[in-house]
């Protein structure tokens, strides 16, 4: 039986008692001293661990390898996770909120807030306005954008709002569709115009299991179902189970419908290796506080060159129409959230796009494929290539209501202390998320896939 972890003070870096025995808490074989490397960074003591300690390590080689062969390298994953600050208390599996910043992202964003902070007004009115169009501009660059195709947002969701109530073209009596699998406050920015512009509001209910085939089929269906469609939401990579959509194909067959795509892809960027271009659409929002690791607040809106005059400026602003600024006004932003970005963008390049895709891949396979399969443990995103990347969910003998999956959260972190989080609004029942990340290690995804064998077996 996997027996309950106790938090003790360490005899010595990397040990933990389980059910009264002292022990290994990453095992060590086939990874050697990697996995008591990413333990010992795991059982320190977080208020010796500062976070200027751990930004003046030494800087990270980007590996070099075929790219299956280094997502399960422990060893050099190992000196990644040794980049971040993060509790003992439990293992964190449910990284899909925010991404934590590496060491030297969080020791530049406390050096970014000392300095505005010295300069006052004077930064805010001297100074602000080119560091922010730098920010911007690297922004651009790292999504294989135009810069004035960019503004800076506090996040996915505020450019997305701001996208789906701005856009000018709908007229009483058209239609605007979204998936159950897009996020809730999108659905709700959706409903708002059946008020705002007179609109009928349309719901799809996406295929499960799903595969690119049946879901483009279903929202080919569903346009040709409704004529008078002109706007479809489209979630990349959903946050409910984790499955990424053919958003390209599908922002293709709406448009030879006469339909625009608005994309969610505030989960895509930095979880696996994409291009705005990839997307194909020519109105997309998304975060850099997720899969980037900026701080918190920080995400984007893209415009596509020539469809500026489609969105409204905000509320009326006086900017430019030709400037995509005017689009979205945030008021008084933290100056130091944006001027850390450049260094969370370095710290993604400095290990790889495909690399790190790679690793948070490897990481959700290694517990799926222990699982799948197993009476009672139902996968809900498949393991085909393109359709999933870190994000996966299940339910635990076909249920699908709020109490049951809560309930099964809960014993995940009391009896073994793996964090995760329950998700709703999947038109087939509700279910449990999980997300590693870089901080995780192999034998956190083994010790998940041997609770949930053994939460399986208990029925």
């Known amino acids: 039986m996997l027996g309950r972890r106790v938090r003790r003070p360490c005899a010595?870096?990397?040990?933990?008692?389980?059910?009264?025995?002292?022990?290994?808490?990453?095992?060590?074989?086939?990874?050697?001293?990697?996995?008591?490397?990413?333990?010992?960074?795991?059982?320190?003591?977080?208020?010796s661990d500062t976070t200027e300690s751990l930004a003046e390590l030494p800087p990270l080689d980007q590996p070099n390898g075929p790219l299956a062969q280094v997502a399960g390298d422990e060893t050099y994953?190992?000196?990644?996770?040794?980049?971040?600050?993060?509790?003992?208390?439990?293992?964190?599996?449910?990284?899909?909120?925010?991404?934590?910043?590496?060491?030297?992202?969080?020791?530049?964003?406390?050096?970014?807030?000392?300095?505005?902070?010295?300069?006052?007004?004077?930064?805010?009115r001297r100074v602000w306005d080119d560091e922010f169009e730098a920010a911007r501009d690297r922004v651009a660059r790292f999504l294989g954008a135009a810069p004035e195709e960019i503004v800076l947002t506090r996040g996915a969701t505020e450019a997305l709002q701001r996208l789906i109530v701005q856009y000018?073209?709908?007229?009483?009596?058209?239609?605007?569709?979204?998936?159950?699998?897009?996020?809730?406050?999108?659905?709700?920015?959706m409903n708002a115009l059946a008020d705002l512009k007179g609109v009928t509001v349309v719901r799809i209910d996406l295929p499960e299991p799903a595969t690119a085939d049946a879901v483009l089929r279903t929202y080919e269906e569903a346009l040709d179902a409704h004529p008078k469609a002109r706007l479809l939401l489209l979630t990349d990579l959903n946050n409910k189970t984790?499955?990424?959509?053919?958003?390209?194909?599908?922002?293709?067959?709406?448009?030879?419908?006469g339909?625009?795509?608005?994309?969610?892809?505030?989960?895509?960027?930095?979880?696996?290796?994409?291009?705005?271009?990839?997307?194909?659409?020519?109105?997309?929002?998304?975060?850099?506080?997720?899969?980037?690791?900026?701080?918190?607040g920080a995400g984007a809106m893209y415009i596509k060159q020539g469809r500026l005059p489609d969105i409204d400026r905000m509320l009326g602003?006086?900017?430019?129409?030709?400037?995509?600024?005017?689009?979205?006004?945030?008021?008084?932003?933290?100056?130091?959230?944006?001027?850390?970005?450049?260094?969370?963008?370095?710290?993604h390049d400095s290990i790889g796009s495909a690399y790190k895709a790679a690793r948070v891949r490897y990481l959700r396979d290694r517990w799926v494929?222990?699982?799948?399969?197993?009476?009672?443990?139902?996968?809900?995103?498949?393991?085909?290539?393109?359709?999933?990347?870190?994000?996966?969910?299940?339910?635990?003998?076909?249920?699908?209501?709020?109490?049951?999956?809560?309930?099964?959260?809960?014993?995940?972190?009391?009896?073994?202390?793996?964090?995760?989080?329950?998700?709703?609004?999947?038109?087939?029942g509700d279910c449990v998320r999980v997300t590693p990340a870089l901080y995780n290690s192999s034998?956190?995804?083994d010790r998940l896939a041997a609770a949930l064998k053994e939460m399986a077996a208990r029925g």
């Open 259 to 296: 339909v625009d795509t608005i994309v969610d892809a505030a989960h895509s960027f930095g979880q696996y290796e994409l291009t705005i271009d990839d997307l194909g659409a020519d109105f997309v929002g998304l975060n850099l506080h997720k899969w980037l690791g900026a701080p918190l």
């Open 12 to 47: 010595s870096p990397g040990l933990w008692y389980i059910n009264g025995m002292l022990t290994r808490r990453s095992f060590i074989g086939a990874s050697g001293m990697a996995g008591l490397a990413m333990a010992t960074a795991r059982c320190s003591n977080p208020q």
């Open 369 to 428: 494929s222990a699982v799948r399969g197993t009476p009672g443990v139902d996968i809900l995103t498949p393991d085909d290539a393109g359709s999933v990347a870190a994000i996966t969910s299940f339910r635990l003998h076909g249920r699908t209501g709020k109490e049951e999956n809560q309930a099964i959260v809960q014993e995940l972190f009391d009896r073994y202390q793996l964090f995760t989080v329950w998700r709703t609004g999947v038109a087939h």
């Open 168 to 189: 000018n073209k709908l007229r009483p009596g058209d239609e605007v569709m979204y998936a159950d699998l897009d996020y809730g406050a999108m659905q709700y920015a």
């Open 77 to 124: 994953w190992g000196r990644v996770a040794a980049r971040y600050r993060v509790t003992p208390e439990y293992t964190n599996m449910e990284a899909g909120y925010f991404g934590v910043m590496a060491a030297p992202v969080l020791a530049e964003f406390h050096r970014q807030i000392d300095r505005v902070n010295y300069q006052s007004s004077y930064y805010a």
């Open 443 to 445: 034998s956190d995804a």
């Open 317 to 347: 602003d006086d900017g430019p129409l030709d400037r995509i600024e005017s689009r979205m006004h945030t008021g008084t932003t933290n100056f130091a959230t944006f001027l850390t970005v450049p260094t969370a963008l370095d710290f």
């Open 242 to 257: 984790g499955l990424i959509i053919p958003v390209r194909e599908i922002t293709a067959a709406a448009r030879a419908r």
